[in-house]
Structures are given as structure tokens and as C-alpha cells.
T-cell receptor, first 116, second 112 residues
Framework: GAGVSQSPSNKVTEKGKDVELRCDPI?????LYWYRQSLGQGLEFLIY????????KSGLPSDRFSAERTGGSVSTLTIQRTQQEDSAVYLC??????????????FGPGTRLTVL | RKEVEQDPGPFNVPEGATVAFNCTYS??????FFWYRQDCRKEPKLLMS???SGNEDGRFTAQLNRASQYISLLIRDSKLSDSATYLC?????????????FGAGTRLFVKA
């Protein structure tokens, strides 16, 4: 079956512009996660959705970052007024259930964001 | 102190060798534990979950020590295809929800 998909695969933008990143989770997965990975670094947890709600937004790096999920499926991560330090690969993952259990997270291929 | 710490390596081993990675976590509220594998410029994929009793999957053995707050991964009879970065992952219960913490990874190179 189809895995997690993300779009765009690459995004180059100018400093100060807004960007929107999209994630389509595996059908039927209730939980969805956003991470970012800078070059040569580990994954930084950003936010987690269980259904349409995100119980904890404290992982978002600043108030320029926001995320929503509608219909328990597609999620968008929006970065406003992008800065050069926002350049990274943004990874989305989904799992059948949430973090309370041993649920495998399935990752998408990521969106590589470059802020000039 | 990082919430999840791993030796970054790299570990350079010959084919057939046995190699072990350790990972420590700082928060005792950590609830579930995993090893993921990430190939160069690819997304992470689950290698195995780590249970309290320890578990084995073929050449891979994972152990969890809750008292000392560390997790280990043992790879026996290394193959060239085992070359990758191994990520220690902890799910943490916190007020208001949950959080997943990835270690920065340990790089493994298996040479012929």
C-alpha cells in the first residue's frame, strides 16, 4: 500500500517568505508527527497529532511555526517569515496508534527546505 | 545534558564482526524504546522495538536497563548492508501529552 508522502520534495525560498509543507499519512493511521533534521544532525521532534488535535505544541521552535491536521488525515506545517536557520529536511511520520504504545512510526521521504 | 545520548562513532568494523551500541536516556518517565536505522539521505526506518525483557531479531539483539536508563543494540555477523546510522529512540510521557526523542545516531561502516 501507499506509504507516507510529502510535498514538495524540495523547496527553495527567500528569507522572509512563508512556506507550507504537506504530509499525507498512511490511510487509517491516527497519529502523525513532524520532525526536522539539519545536515548531519539527529531528528528534532516538532509536534504530534492524535487525530486532529495536537496536545503539545511546545516542540515547535518558535511562533513562526504552526501545524494543523484536518479530517484526521492530511497535515500542513507552515513556517512564516522563514529564516536561514530554518533550512533543514522536514520529515513527517505516521503510526497506527499514538505514542503511548509500541507503535512503529513510518516516515515520509521528507521535504528539503533551503532558505536563501 | 541531552535527553538521549549516543556515541556518534563512526564504528568501522570488518564483515562478520560483532558490534555493540549503547544509548542513555535522562528521563525516567520514558515509556517505550526503539532502534531505528537511517541510510544516507533516506528516511529512518524501524529496526526493532526494545522491551524490558530484551528481545532478539535474527542477528540483532536489543536490551533495556531501566534502572541504569540505557538501551543497547548488538549486531552479530555484520554484513556490508548493515552500514547505516542507528538511531536510539525514546517515547516520553509528559504533562499534556507525549514526545518522541531521537538520539543523534551512531554511524556504522562495515568493510569487506
Amino acid at each position: 500500500g501507499a506509504g507516507v508522502s510529502q510535498s514538495p520534495s524540495n523547496k527553495v525560498t527567500e528569507k522572509g517568505k512563508d512556506v507550507e509543507l504537506r504530509c499525507d499519512p498512511i490511510s487509517g493511521h491516527t497519529a502523525l508527527y513532524w520532525y526536522r533534521q539539519s545536515l548531519g544532525q539527529g531528528l528534532e521532534f516538532l509536534i504530534y497529532f492524535q487525530g486532529n488535535s495536537a496536545p503539545d505544541k511546545s516542540g515547535l521552535p518558535s511562533d513562526r511555526f504552526s501545524a494543523e491536521r484536518t479530517g484526521g488525515s492530511v497535515s500542513t506545517l507552515t513556517i512564516q517569515r522563514t529564516q536561514q536557520e530554518d533550512s533543514a529536511v522536514y520529515l513527517c511520520a505516521s503510526s497506527l496508534e499514538g505514542l503511548a504504545d509500541y507503535n512503529e512510526q513510518f516516515f515520509g521521504p521528507g521535504t528539503r527546505l533551503t532558505v536563501l | 545534558r541531552k535527553e538521549v545520548e549516543q556515541d556518534p562513532g563512526p564504528f568501522n568494523v570488518p564483515e562478520g564482526a560483532t558490534v555493540a551500541f549503547n544509548c542513555t536516556y535522562s528521563n525516567s518517565a520514558s515509556q517505550s524504546f526503539f532502534w531505528y536505522r537511517q541510510d544516507c539521505r533516506k528516511e529512518p526506518k524501524l529496526l526493532m522495538s526494545v522491551y524490558s525483557s530484551g528481545n532478539e531479531d535474527g542477528r540483532f539483539t536489543a536490551q533495556l536497563n531501566r534502572a541504569s536508563q540505557y538501551i543497547s543494540l548488538l549486531i552479530r555477523d555484520s554484513k556490508l548492508s548493515d552500514s547505516a546510522t542507528y538511531l536510539c529512540v525514546v517515547n516520553l510521557v509528559k504533562i499534556g501529552g507525549f514526545k518522541t526523542i531521537f538520539g543523534a545516531g551512531t554511524r556504522l561502516f562495515v568493510k569487506a
